[in-house]
């Protein structure tokens, strides 16, 4: 162990190889840590016979290693004594530790011996590698670069400025500068390999992007770029191996010849498709789930399909030919994989796929239709579907289309045998009936009807072949019995399907079958009480499906019913006025006249209807009637004075006025004799009967007004008629205080009242006086929009603007929903306000004529003929009574529109018949206008 010892502490000089030094220390440390087991056990056992001597037990941790110092593992420090007998280990030191080597007595063996060995041949490979370093000495100590330049920058201190100014740069004198530089050579390489160059990185950009899940936006540069490349002849390579596959797939392979249309290939070819990326993903996904389909159920037809369609869809027409071949193979009992593939392949080819598809199922009536379809010659198709019918006898679709390639003797012969075959098909007993003459056709529907007696649509046929011999009380009869039987054999049919069935039988040309029809069925399933309105209904449902002869026919059975009823007689006339004619109507209204005598508008509206017709002496004979029925009625007594008046005979209508006066007196009758003097120029007779009438009438204002107008009017302009007509229009608002038009007509005479008086030239008196009026008719009828309005006009003509902005302030607080004034508004407003006070009006009234009308006048001077169009049409249809909006509209017409609107609008306007308006009423209530028509009135209106 001392030997070991020695080697060990010999070997740590600095001239001792390293690798040796390390393995002899390991043998050391073994050697030393079996003498320490040995010496330990030797201790405890003298310990355990010393204890077993004195009585002491053992210590239950065992006993203490030898030259255990207590605290020395948390750092504690001890002292060796001198009796101290060198069993444990020495030379400790308080920072270096222990000196001595722990393991000097463990022995050396062999496998200390091989770790040796392994630890030395590492070193000397790591030695090895240490070259280009000097070594110094024999201790081998490795000195730096530093040293060897030390005595020369030692001799740095003796070199002056000048000398160290002296040295030179040191320049690069390295070898690449030592070569000659060469100019940059550039060689030319293919397009295709550019074209595969940038396709690179445009997938290397593109994949790029999506992973850092931004999108990259090329500029104008790089797009040029794109398009120099891609234009290049990669580009026509690839359209010229388009080209080829399209001339293979269009080539004939029987005969070699080519069927390409040398006009249109190119265009073809500019159309074709190139799938994205993003498509042939879609694609590879719906293989792989349709493989599994295929796999997994093998007899579906419907997979199969599907992935031969995908493949036509991604272009490779074989490969779907090939899949669908399998799944014929795979479902031979399925027509529609055998449909498919018949579409796939070429004709020719498709003809055999079809033959052989019959052969495995010649039940399926799709085949056959198929193949006789594939067929370019109709006997090739008769032959085809002969075939199938001799398959297939009771297959009506097979019949029809038999049947359409035959000419007509053909077709009744097939259509007989078809009837034999298959009797349950109305259409084909329908279709053989249609073929056959009058009295053969009979035969063939009664044989119908015997074959099926619960199918209602023969005995309709039957009702039409008897209107088309012009048997029109077979027809009744015909459909009579067809509602018997069909009850008799338990067959349901509602009603709204009869009276369906009838507008069908109208709209074939069989009026008289729809008028049956609804004779025989529509009180079925009707309760009592709501026959009236549930028919009135009816008609009104067929009369807006323009079934015109069914409504009709409704009208007449629900008359039949109700003869006294007035709302279905109206709705009879209106029904003849819009889609009847002159006789019809002339019918309808006799027989309304004849069932209700006492109601005047059906003698009234017969004697206007022959009076415009200009049949006179009818219209005076209707009347004769009417007077007959009504003796003391008023309107017939004032439409007998007016056909008078009208048609000239003034002195007769004088005369009736006269007895109208004496046996039916009213305020109309008066107002109407003052009229009549009045045109004819007999003012005094005028004044004398509209005194007469006040005497009876007081409160009656259209007297009170026109004699005020006759006075200040008609009459010669002096102070005395000025002073009759304030006379009349005073007491009249006297007895009228709330009627505004009397208030507008008195601040209208004052306004006029200085041109009475030839010496007087103060004309704003008569403005002061007509404004104080209108105030004192504003106070006594307050929120009234016509009596503001006039205000405002008044002050308008009076030259004060600002005060007319001020009163139309205050007439929109006071009336802020009235349409006259927000109308007014927006057509005295400035030109730039316009806009504004439109969209205000058009929120406070939507649906006003006057705003709407007004609104419309803005678009026409802005020339938006569209929208100017669009709102005169609107404001004519809420309220087509007004007059102006009719004038507004014609007159925008007739600026900017055709010929045929404007006839369009005159013919409405003169169906609409307007009876108010502001203009409209003074230009139609004028004498001077009293004859004229409402074209010639609706033109200078407009």
Known sequence: MASSSSGVSGGEGPGADSGGSRAAELRAAKLQMKAMQQQQQQKQQQQEQQGSSVGVGPSPFGAAPSGYVPGSGRGAGFKKDDDD????????????????????????????????????????????????????????????????????????????????????????????????????VFTPIT?????????????????????????????????????????????????GTILGMSLDKMSDSVSGQTVVDPKGYLTSLS?????????????????????????????????????????????????????????????????????????????????????????????????????A???????????????????????????????????????????SVAVEKVPHSVEMWLALARLESYENARKVLNQARKALPADRSIWIAAAKLEESQNHGDMVDKVIDRAVKSLAKHDAIVSRAQWLKDAESAEFSGAPLTAGAIVKFTLGMGVDFEDRQRTWSDDASGALSRRAVATARAILAHSLAAFPSKRSLWLQAVDLERNHGDAVSLDEVLAAASERLPKQEI??????KEKWQSGDIDTAREILTQAFAANPNSEPVWLAAVKLEWETGEIERARVLLKRA?????????????????????????????????????????????????????????????????????????????????????????????????????????????ARSLLEIARL??????DLWLESIRLERRAGNDKLAVALMARALQEC????????????????????????????????????????????????????????????????????????????????????????????????????????????????????????????LVS
């Open 661 to 769: 006066r004496e046996r039916a007196s009213s305020e109309r009758v008066y107002m109407k004799s003052a009229l009549l003097e009045r045109e004819s120029k007999q003012f005094n007779d005028s004044l004398s009967l509209i005194e007469e009438g006040l005497s009876k009438y007081s409160s009656f204002p259209k007297l009170w007004m026109m004699g005020g107008q006759i006075c200040s009017c008609d009459l010669d302009k002096s102070k005395a008629a000025l002073d009759r007509a304030r006379s009349f229009y005073q007491k009249g608002l006297k007895q009228c205080p709330n009627n505004a038009v009397l208030w507008i007509l008195a601040s209208r005479l004052e306004e006029i009242a200085p041109t009475f008086n030839e010496h007087s030239k103060k004309s704003s008196v008569g403005f002061t006086k």
């Open 271 to 371: 159309n074709t498709k190139i799938a994205t990326s993003a498509e042939i993903g879609d694609i590879n996904k719906a293989r792989l789930l349709l493989k599994s389909v295929r796999d997994t159920n093998p007899k579906h037809g419907p997979g199969w399909i599907a992935a031969a369609r995908v493949e036509e869809a991604a272009g490779k027409t074989l490969q779907a030919r090939k899949l669908i071949q399998d799944g014929c193979e795979a479902c031979p009992a399925n027509e529609d994989v055998w449909l498919e593939a018949a579409r796939l392949h070429p004709i020719d080819a498709a003809k055999t796929i079809l033959a052989t598809a019959v052969r495995r199922m010649p039940t399926s009536v799709k085949l056959f239709l198929r193949a």
């Open 85 to 184: 007998d060198g069993g444990g280990p020495t030379g400790y030191d308080s920072f270096g530790g222990y000196n001595d080597k722990l393991f000097d007595s463990t022995p050396y063996d062999d496998d200390d011996e091989e770790a040796d060995n392994i630890y030395e041949a590492i070193d000397d490979r790591m030695n090895g590698k240490k070259r280009g370093r000097s070594q110094e000495g024999e201790g081998g100590v490795i000195s730096r670069v530093g040293d060897q330049f030390r005595e020369l920058k030692e001799k740095l201190k003796d070199v002056t400025e000048d000398e160290w100014a002296a040295i030179p740069d040191v320049g690069d004198y390295s070898l690449r500068y030592k070569q000659k530089r060469r100019e940059d």
């Open 373 to 415: 379809d594939l067929e370019n010659h109709d006997e090739a198709k008769k032959a085809v579907l002969r075939k199938a019918l001799e398959a297939n006898p009771s297959s009506v679709t097979l019949w029809k289309a038999m049947v359409e390639l035959e000419e007509a003797e053909d077709a009744k012969i097939l259509l």
């Open 602 to 607: 059906f003698w009234l509206v017969r004697a």
């Open 816 to 939: 802020p929903m009235s349409g006259k004034l927000l109308a007014e508004n927006i057509t005295t407003a400035p030109r730039v306000e316009q806009k504004s006070k439109s969209a205000d009006a058009i929120k406070k009234c939507p649906d006003d004529p006057h705003v709407i009308a007004a609104v419309a006048s803005l678009f026409a001077m802005e020339r938006k003929k569209v929208k100017a169009r669009k709102w005169f049409e609107r404001a004519v249809v809420l309220n087509p009574d007004i007059g102006d909006s009719w004038a507004k509209y014609y007159a925008f017409e007739l600026e900017n529109g055709t010929k045929d609107h404007q006839e369009k609008v005159m013919s409405r306007c003169m169906t609409a018949e307007p009876k108010y308006g502001e203009q409209w009423c003074a230009i139609v209530k004028d004498m001077k206008n009293r004859t004229k028509t409402m074209s010639e009135m609706l033109d």
């Open 191 to 239: 397009d295709s390999l550019l074209e595969a160059r940038n396709k690179v990185n445009k997938d290397a950009t593109a994949s790029s992007n999506a992973l850092a899940g931004t999108a990259q936006v090329d500029d104008g540069t790089a797009s040029v770029a794109m398009n120099s490349v891609s234009h290049m002849s990669g580009l026509a390579d690839a359209r």
């Open 780 to 785: 006594k009828n307050p929120r009234n929009p």
